[in-house]
């Protein structure tokens, strides 16, 4: 690309490209800590698939900026609770993506943040901490300074409504959720979509990781539902379904096999329809999920046909499922959409190779390290029939190799795709590397050093 014509329309100590839950916490992070701050999104509002994806779910605080979020999307009325006693016939439900597996009627409580007024709430959040924001913006390209083995970005080049212009800066952040700035600025990477390790039972459930799409349908009267399931024995709406089948109401291709094993949307992700989580702006509205069939493999990241025909296929299945519940499900009669995610979501996008790459193996051996962001977390990786590992991820991960001033965030961050499920990708950890990230930003900027060349010495969570 000939740059040397592209108006440079802004500067900043750091330029933030992508506001999720990454962008949007490092971008924060970073001018509460007094860096000059732009942040580049190409939608209408930070919170990438937790607001212009509509992925909701609002957990406990894990500290920081993401008990911060949380505590505010509720002291403003964004957050929905619902337990058993509103939506009884909830758990053990297999139309609920996350309390499915609970015993039928036993006690739960999920909360779920609406998602535009969380982005709302995100977005003056950045303006309180004197955040420039570009909105609309595309990010398309980088212009780089210096020779060899590592290299910098001079400037993040965007298409706006103004056309192309330059944003220059001294530290960048990716915060894409997809390594867009790593790929364009020539930095390895792994591409996604790899398949997920044979579970424990070596059961043959090893899938490539799907995007997905989610939606919202209003007016669903989920007692009835409950109800008919009950009565008719018939909990996964498989007779329905039998019956839209036979009378040619449904595409093939919408209803895919469960899969019932322990791996990676085996226990967890069910087939469809799938009815998500709590009513998320109130009652008798839900979120239901689109992912994209295993057997297409599409890598929306980095291959235009891809990401059309995903966007196409997606809308296709939509206006099926819900032409499908509203005609055959009890309880549906009355529901519509009200509102369709911005974008199909990439859940295993390009992995940067990082100066450390975070493997399943460090988890497994539970290794320890001199530059580790947080103290050790506990968690699981689903893939591993739940069981709980105690691991740390060092700052080196948060460092592309090649490129010296240009750091990582969220989805985008150096570890390999096995270790994706659940930990190294969910909203409050990806908040949290957003943190860490604009936190070594600031402090490089103010020692005069490229994020490289940073010590990390002290957990921060
Ligand atoms: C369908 C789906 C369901 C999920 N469900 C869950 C769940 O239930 N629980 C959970 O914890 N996690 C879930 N995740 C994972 C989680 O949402 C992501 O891992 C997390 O959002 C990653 O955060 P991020 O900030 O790195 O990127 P993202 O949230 O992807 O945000 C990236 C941002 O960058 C912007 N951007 C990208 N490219 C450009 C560009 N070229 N120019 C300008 N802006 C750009 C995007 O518009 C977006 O706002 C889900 C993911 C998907 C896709």
Not at 296 to 304: E, P, Q, T
Request: with cysteine; charged share 25%; hydrophobic share 40%.
């Amino acid at each position: 690309m000939n740059t040397a014509q592209i108006p440079v329309a802004m500067e900043a100590d750091v330029v933030v490209i992508g506001a999720g839950p990454g962008g949007f916490a490092a971008a924060l992070r970073a001018a509460r800590e007094g860096a000059s701050v732009v942040v580049i999104e190409k939608y209408d509002m930070p919170g990438g698939v937790h607001t212009s994806g509509l992925q909701g779910a609002a957990n406990k605080g894990v500290g920081g900026i993401h008990s911060e979020l949380m505590e505010r999307f509720d002291r403003e009325g964004a957050i929905y609770t619902v337990t058993e006693k509103e939506l009884p016939g909830w758990a053990g439900n297999p139309l609920s993506h996350y309390e499915w597996y609970l015993p039928p009627g036993s006690p739960f409580r999920r909360s779920s943040f609406n998602p535009d007024a969380a982005g709302n709430i995100m977005s003056r959040m950045l303006e309180e901490a004197g955040v420039r924001t570009c909105y609309g913006a595309d990010f398309v390209d980088v212009t780089l300074d210096g020779r060899g083995a590592e290299r910098s970005i001079r400037e993040a080049i965007v298409e706006t409504a103004s056309g192309r212009q330059a944003i220059r800066g001294r530290i960048f952040i990716d915060g894409s959720g997809t390594s867009e700035v790593v790929a364009r600025a020539g930095a390895p990477f792994v591409r996604g979509g790899g398949r997920q390790p044979e579970t424990v039972r070596q059961d043959g459930c090893s899938r490539p990781i799907p995007g997905g799409l989610l939606w919202i349908m209003s007016g669903i009267d989920f007692a009835r539902t409950w109800s008919y399931q009950e009565r008719e024995n018939d909990a996964t709406l498989a007779k329905l379904i039998g019956r839209a089948r036979a009378d040619a109401a449904i595409p093939d291709d919408l209803y895919r096999p469960r899969l019932e094993c322990d791996g990676v949307y085996g226990r967890q992700y069910i087939g469809h329809p799938t009815v998500d989580m709590s009513p998320i702006q109130g009652p008798g509205t839900f979120i239901l999920w689109q992912n994209v069939p295993y057997e297409w493999n599409l890598h929306m990241d980095d291959d235009g046909e891809h990401a059309s025909r995903a966007m196409r296929e997606m809308r296709r299945l939509i206006d099926a499922e819900a032409k499908f519940l509203v005609r055959y499900v009890p309880g549906f009669e009355e529901a519509f959409i009200t509102h369709v995610g911005r974008y199909t979501g990439v859940r295993d996008g390009r992995h940067p190779i990082g100066e450390y790459v975070f493997s399943i193996d460090d988890a497994r051996e539970e290794r320890r390290f001199s530059d580790a962001v947080t103290n050790p977390m506990t968690k699981t990786f689903f893939w591993d029939a739940y069981r709980k590992y105690s691991f740390e991820v060092p700052y080196r991960c948060f460092l592309p190799k090649t490129i010296d001033n240009l750091l990582l965030t969220g989805a985008s961050l150096s570890f390999t795709f096995e270790t994706i499920f659940m930990v190294m990708r969910n909203f409050p950890w990806c908040t949290q590397t957003g943190e860490i990230a604009g936190f070594a930003a600031a402090e490089s900027i103010r020692q005069g050093i490229p994020p490289k060349d940073y010590r990390w010495s002290a957990p921060m969570f």
